[in-house]
């Protein structure tokens, strides 16, 4: 009936996750009791939970990851105390819920943190830098999310019943498969990132024909903001990684599942495969993820040294080039596992070629800051924090890209130190850069600057001392993922890590308390003008949080930086301008689809991690009942009056006016 | 805010001597969701070729088992792929059928699919079971496991378009020709004829190449 599953899946003798999960349970409880006490539920379900408006989804996608991080970090901070006590003993925990930690460590930061927080900023932003109403497929997108989430729910279920994979975050066969590995752990892992991996490649495929088909008038290849140019790259490359991902993954199951051979040790099954398959994914990954991020900070490094981005074109030739090599370096993934001297010399090649582009984008936005005007407002500190620090962790990339020097340092704590380097300074910056940027866009107000910047120096402190023992760690021979060690020289970086990772923890803290102390002080950091940042793309144009259909009429760029020449041209524009008559808006209706779609999954996807057939069969036949009623529907969109449109875009105009005549009066 | 700039500053920019062509501005509705289609299915196809590869890699792998030249059966698969192929040519017939609002035309058009769909289905179906019978099950090894999954695969592609084929049907039967729908159609035609690309390549590589080994 149950399949797999019955009371021995709940870990009752261990107290730290129970303890969690109880408390978690609690706090989620609490909430959902206090929502549906104060009424505040059809508010979530009409405007947020059925929302197909990219904004709302952007949002939602970011408050995921960002509760995700939280989840992720408190398996950092497990793991720093693990290594800082564990010196001759075995320390506080014990090794298969240690192996489960690093496993969903990895797992929960690079899928549901880092892919939902960009993958959230880009619905967010890039319509409206392209001056559109929405994205291409706004239902899609809507069920795009909520597949993310059920994957993440799925992860955070396995903290309590039953257990995650202790393989590490790749799940590398033989020790993933079914003889090895013979509980549920990557059952958990296999089936949640199946199911959040389609709502990614929707995302991409969403994303990729926005940004190639959907650009308003006068909106050239060239004169597209950056960010939009990294977007594209990014969901390229999402569109061709991701179903290699799916490939290889459902090969794995076939094997756990139904017995197949395609990674097994017997009857010819090749493990060498998978670590092909998943590199040629995981690789690409890496760019998936810092693209975007290279592209956030194009924009906030012109916003903020006020000058127009240096080298356009380079950069936009610099991030397609990133996008090719990358599905080109997979190899050095696993340099010491035999491949020989011409191979690996070639891949060395290609992962060090990678680096030339991302120099070019390091030379372009110091020249652009180079003589600028430069105000040291939150996003910009963290734009130049990731400067220096993504430049120390490339630099031990290309390192490890030497293959002689790989086979010292391969699997060490080096290697750690190296992609949290580039993760943490390039990813989580950029996206913590991107969050203060267009926080104001999405809500309405800023944040709180003095706390930003707090959360900034103390993150940016906390992640040197964390991770720069790490580097001489791994010189000092400390490999990863060890539970406890005997070495006396290792001991010391590992207790300076530790305290490095609280000072890490009070940079989230401040983060937390920005955002308490900006919604408390939200009138006083109420944005009026749309424009907080006196900003040069057309996210800018629109209100505060911006209205529906973001733009009252489609916007007609002329130019890059399309909305700072429309401020440099306000004077005569305002006189071109009364002519123009408001239209009728037609936008998508909302629609619970995504929401149906993921509890279905959920359903399906907790059924097949235990075994529960029937549940399977039932959560399918829910799901395919959904998909006939959506696509049965008459009416998709609602139309909104010209009247209406008018009266939203006359009260913008007349604030901004007002605001402006002001300026004029001082 | 209207959205004007000036005048004659597009020549401000340096770089563009001569003509600079404008973009119009976003495609229609009909150009958009067929252009998003396309690029979920070269998604598809680069799922499709880590099952290639796969095949490519284990096909020597018969861990004592049965080679392809043993078990294939060159008249069954020429059925399938002769049923294929003129599903494709009867979905295309259907589509035209569609674009000028012809619901005989386009039931017929559909039903033939449909059942040549369902005939390589059944002989598909066919081939597995016997397979499984005399021991030559997906476990028995790698290269049976990379056999039935690659085929396998596009055999469930074929059972879901099948699926679709009989809701676009009934689409029609409810709705009509609206432009909705019939943009869910040509999504349909695509998916449709992308599954015969594939099977040539499942042809080509699994069956002809299997049985000369």
Not at chain 1, 154 to 159: A, G, K, R
Not at chain 1, 178 to 206: C, E, F, H, K, R
Not at chain 1, 402 to 409: C, G
Request: charged residues 10%.
């Amino acid at each position: 009936m149950l399949g797999k599953l019955d009371w021995s899946a709940i870990p009752f003798d261990q107290p730290i996750p129970l303890v969690a999960g109880a408390v978690v349970l609690v706090a989620i409880l609490a909430v959902l009791i206090w929502v549906v006490v104060k009424g505040h539920l059809p508010y979530l379900w009409h405007e947020w939970i059925t929302s197909v408006d990219h904004k709302r989804i952007g949002v939602m996608y970011i408050l995921l990851a960002s509760v995700m991080l939280l989840r992720g970090g408190s398996d950092a901070i497990m793991m720093r105390i693990q290594q800082a006590v564990a010196y001759q003993s075995q320390g506080y925990l014990p090794p298969e819920h240690y192996n489960q930690i690093f496993s969903a460590h990895g797992t929960i930061m690079i899928f549901f943190v880092a892919m939902p927080f960009v993958i959230g900023l880009m619905n967010l932003v890039v319509p409206l830098q392209l001056g559109v109403r929405d994205v291409a497929f706004p239902t899609l997108n809507s069920v795009g999310f909520w597949l993310t989430a059920t994957g993440a729910l799925l992860v955070n279920i396995s903290l309590v019943i039953g257990e995650f994979a202790r393989t590490g975050w790749l799940a590398f066969p033989p020790l993933s498969e079914l003889s090895y590995s013979p509980g549920v752990g990557v059952d958990y892992y296999a089936w949640s990132l199946q199911i959040s991996g389609v709502g990614t490649l929707v995302a991409g495929i969403n994303l990729v024909t926005t940004v190639l088909k959907l650009r308003t008038k006068g909106m050239n290849y060239l004169r597209m903001p950056m960010f939009c140019w990294t977007t594209l790259a990014s969901n390229l490359l999402i569109v061709a990684a991701f179903p290699i991902l799916t490939a290889t993954l459902a090969m794995l199951l076939l094997d756990r599942y139904l017995g197949f051979h395609f990674f097994t040790n017997e009857a010819g099954g090749n493990v060498m495969m998978f670590m092909n398959l998943i590199w040629a994914w995981g690789h690409p990954e890496v760019y998936i993820l810092v693209l975007p991020a290279f592209g956030i900070f194009s924009e906030v490094v012109s916003t903020f040294s006020g000058k127009a981005l240096f080298g356009y074109r380079s950069m936009v030739l610099a991030t397609m080039a990133i996008c090719v090599i990358s599905f080109m370096v997979w190899l050095h993934h696993f340099f010491t596992m035999g491949a020989g001297p011409d191979v690996n010399a070639i891949f060395g090649i290609a992962s060090m070629i990678i680096a030339i582009p991302t120099g070019v984008k390091i030379y372009n936005w110091l020249f652009t800051m180079y003589g600028g005007r430069i105000r040291f407002a939150t996003p910009m500190l963290w734009s130049v924090g990731f400067m220096v620090t993504f430049i120390v962790g490339g630099l031990t990339g290309v390192l490890l890209a030497v293959p002689p020097a790989d086979f010292m340092l391969h699997n060490s704590m080096f290697l750690v130190a190296h992609f949290h380097n580039v993760i943490i300074g390039g990813v989580l910056f950029g996206a913590f850069a991107g969050f203060e940027y267009w926080f104001p866009k999405a809500f309405g107000f800023r944040l709180d600057e003095r706390w930003g910047k707090a959360a900034f120096w103390f993150t940016f402190l906390g992640f040197y001392v964390t991770f720069m023992p790490l580097y001489i760690a791994g010189m000092l021979g400390m490999t990863r993922r060890m539970q406890h060690y005997d070495v006396g020289a290792w001991r010391p970086w590992m207790i300076i890590a530790a305290v490095g990772m609280a000072v890490l923890s009070i940079g989230v803290i401040c983060q937390i308390v920005q955002l308490a102390v900006s919604i408390r002080n939200r009138e006083a950091l109420r944005d009026h003008t749309g424009d907080p940042w006196d900003g040069r793309s057309l996210e800018w144009a629109p209100s505060s949080p911006p209205p529906v259909f973001n733009f009252a009429f489609n916007p007609d760029v002329r130019g890059e930086d399309a909305y700072w020449d429309m401020k440099a041209h306000a004077k005569q524009q305002s006189l071109e301008h009364e002519r123009l008559e408001y239209q009728d808006i037609e936008m998508p209706r909302n629609s619970p689809t995504g929401f149906i779609c993921a509890f279905f999954a959920s359903i399906m996807g907790f059924a097949l991690i235990w075994h529960i057939w029937w549940m399977v069969i039932l959560g399918g036949l829910g799901a395919f009942a959904t998909f006939v009623v959506f696509a049965w529907r008459d009416h998709d969109e609602y139309v909104i009056p010209a009247e209406e449109v008018a009266a939203i875009d006359r009260v913008n105009l007349e604030e901004r006016r007002s605001l402006v005549s002001m300026a004029g009066a001082v | 805010m209207a959205m004007i700039a000036t005048a004659g500053h597009a020549h401000a920019d340096p770089h563009h001597i001569g003509l600079v062509i404008e973009h119009p501005g976003p495609a229609p509705k009909r150009i958009v969701t067929a252009y998003g289609f396309w690029i979920f299915l070269l998604s598809d196809i680069v799922m499709f070729s880590c099952f290639f590869a796969a095949y490519a890699v284990l096909s020597g792998q018969t861990a004592g088992g049965p080679r392809g030249s043993e078990i294939f059966e060159p008249r069954n698969v020429a059925i399938e792929t002769v049923c294929l192929l003129l599903s494709s040519f009867t979905c295309g017939m259907a589509s035209i059928a569609a674009d000028v609002r012809n619901r005989f035309w386009f039931y017929l058009g559909m039903a033939v699919t449909c059942v040549l769909g369902l005939i390589f289905l059944a002989i598909e179906f066919r081939e597995f079971a016997d397979l499984v019978a005399r021991g030559y099950g997906p476990s028995r090894s790698a290269f049976l496991t990379a056999f039935f999954s690659l085929v396998g695969c596009h055999g469930l592609h074929v059972s879901a378009g099948v699926l679709w084929l009989l809701t676009m049907m009934a689409q029609v039967f409810a709705k009509g020709f609206r432009a909705d729908i019939l943009r869910r159609m040509t999504c349909f035609a695509l998916f449709w004829h992308a599954l015969d690309i594939i099977w040539v390549a499942v042809f080509s590589v699994v069956y002809l190449l299997g049985s000369g080994a």
